[in-house]
């Protein structure tokens, strides 16, 4: 079933590529190379556990395009990884480092895993070894990983130390997302929630919402969802409903988020606490001014698009909107702010913190919230320019943005 979902998330984003590419101009062999990653390793790693029983893991890296520059993007670890979902997640990197105008292409990882069931030596030898298996095809100058879904710093850590050994000398650069002792950058970690913050005030401006006030549904309160609700909340808007993976709460009044945050556990559960919940499907349906799905990929279909009464979409999450809802959501007027676009932060900090790498030299936290602002917003007026200047959706529009500095690259170095 998983493989299926995946396989509809790879076809959809293929549908999107060739669409831009075609609005741009380009031909059909570009839009063959550029539908598919030029690279895709699947790897086994063998992994003694704590029982003294070796368990077999399946891993993949995706390298989607390196006309640009190296390819760049997370490693998740989780039971549901697939082939097809790696695919499609290195396809976005690229399109988010080409909104982002980054020195990238689009890359992305994953073992089929279970962190949650797993001791911390077992996760630190999964991570030690997903690393042995990859090592031919990463690095500071090709291959540049991060964290991702149920992984860390600590993952990373491990990673960068297994790298370092392979390699036999000291590689900060090699991947992003570390603590900061070990070259990591301040702000690294709220980077994707800061970063949706910034569409969202772009987005309720142009719709002449003032954000004190304002009333914000979050699904998902994951890294990225409870960073958001927090910095939503210090802003003074209104956080009206939350979710977690055993429902909903809401509240019109607003949340009191200081306590959810505070009761919630390293999984995003809080929800569980409460006996007065709503479903994730009725928090989708809120009245509100801004939705964000911050949780999983096709939250927003044709069957539920027509009931969202929400004014702006931001969308914090991978593909939350199938390509039908995208267009039902378009034709009712609801202003969508795409993932490609909104979700952008993380992948810009990290680029922040592999330039501070390769500098030695080290920025201060407002100095990287100043950058991460300026380069979002450039961001967002250059997808919305499109948007109303070619008369196209917000999704294609920033497919268009995303995927035409690498495409320009593959053209100038005669690949095509």
């Known amino acids: 079933m998983a493989d299926i979902h995946a396989h509809d998330i790879l076809k959809s984003t293929q549908i999107v590529i060739e669409q831009a590419l075609r609005k741009l101009g380009h031909q059909d062999s570009m839009i063959e190379l550029l539908k598919e990653p030029m690279r895709i390793l699947t790897v086994r790693i063998p992994v003694r556990m704590d029982d003294g029983t070796t368990t077999i893991f399946t891993g993949y890296r995706s390298q989607h395009n390196d006309a640009v520059g190296p390819t760049k993007g997370g490693v998740r670890f989780h039971p549901g990884v697939t082939e097809p979902e790696v695919k499609a997640l290195s396809i976005w990197m690229s399109l988010k480092c080409g909104i982002a105008d980054l020195p990238?292409?689009?890359?992305?990882?994953?073992?089929?895993?279970?962190?949650?069931?797993?001791?911390?030596?077992?996760?630190?030898?999964?991570?030690?070894?997903?690393?042995?298996?990859?090592?031919?095809?990463?690095?500071?100058?090709?291959?540049?990983?991060?964290?991702?879904?149920?992984?860390?710093?600590?993952?990373?850590?491990?990673?960068?130390?297994?790298?370092?050994?392979?390699?036999?000398?000291?590689?900060?650069?090699?991947?992003?997302?570390?603590?900061?002792?070990?070259?990591?950058?301040?702000?690294?970690?709220?980077?994707?929630?800061?970063?949706?913050?910034?569409?969202?005030?772009?987005?309720?401006?142009l719709r002449g919402i003032e954000i004190k006030g304002?009333?914000?549904?979050?699904?998902?309160?994951?890294?990225?969802?409870?960073?958001?609700?927090?910095?939503?909340?210090?802003?003074?808007?209104?956080?009206?409903?939350?979710?977690?993976?055993?429902?909903?709460?809401?509240?019109?009044?607003g949340l009191d988020i200081p306590y959810l945050l505070d009761r919630r556990d390293s999984f995003g559960n809080v929800t569980n606490l409460f006996p007065q919940t709503i479903t994730n499907d009725q928090l989708l349906e809120l009245d509100c001014d801004v939705l964000v799905p911050a949780a999983i990929e096709n939250q927003i279909t044709e069957t539920n698009a027509p009931n969202i009464r929400a004014s702006i979409i931001v969308e914090a999450?991978?593909?939350?909107?199938?390509?039908?809802?995208?267009?039902i959501l378009t034709d009712r007027g609801i202003l969508l702010v795409p993932d490609v676009l909104a979700s952008a932060g993380g992948v810009i900090?990290?680029?922040?913190?592999?330039?501070?790498?390769?500098?030695?030299?080290?920025?201060?936290?407002?100095?990287?919230?100043?950058k991460l602002r300026i380069m979002m917003i450039r961001g967002f007026k250059q997808v919305y320019e499109i948007h109303q200047t070619r008369n196209v959706d917000m999704r294609l529009a920033a497919y268009m943005t995303g995927v035409r500095k690498m495409a320009e690259a593959v053209r100038y170095r005669g690949w095509v």
């Open 317 to 327: 999450a991978n593909g939350p909107t199938t390509l039908e809802a995208t267009q």
């Open 104 to 205: 990238y292409g689009g890359g992305k990882g994953g073992v089929i895993c279970d962190p949650r069931k797993m001791s911390f030596g077992e996760l630190e030898r999964v991570s030690r070894g997903y690393v042995r298996a990859v090592s031919q095809i990463v690095g500071p100058t090709k291959d540049i990983p991060a964290p991702d879904v149920m992984t860390n710093s600590q993952i990373m850590a491990w990673m960068l130390d297994e790298y370092s050994r392979i390699r036999e000398f000291d590689s900060p650069g090699f991947i992003t997302g570390k603590p900061i002792v070990l070259g990591g950058s301040k702000g690294r970690e709220t980077a994707t929630a800061r970063g949706v913050v910034i569409m969202i005030e772009e987005a309720l401006a």
């Open 214 to 253: 304002a009333r914000i549904v979050i699904q998902g309160f994951g890294n990225a969802g409870s960073y958001l609700a927090k910095f939503m909340h210090e802003a003074g808007a209104r956080v009206i409903g939350i979710s977690d993976v055993n429902g909903a709460l809401y509240n019109e009044e």
């Open 349 to 370: 900090v990290s680029y922040f913190e592999w330039v501070q790498n390769n500098q030695g030299y080290y920025w201060d936290e407002n100095e990287v919230d100043t």
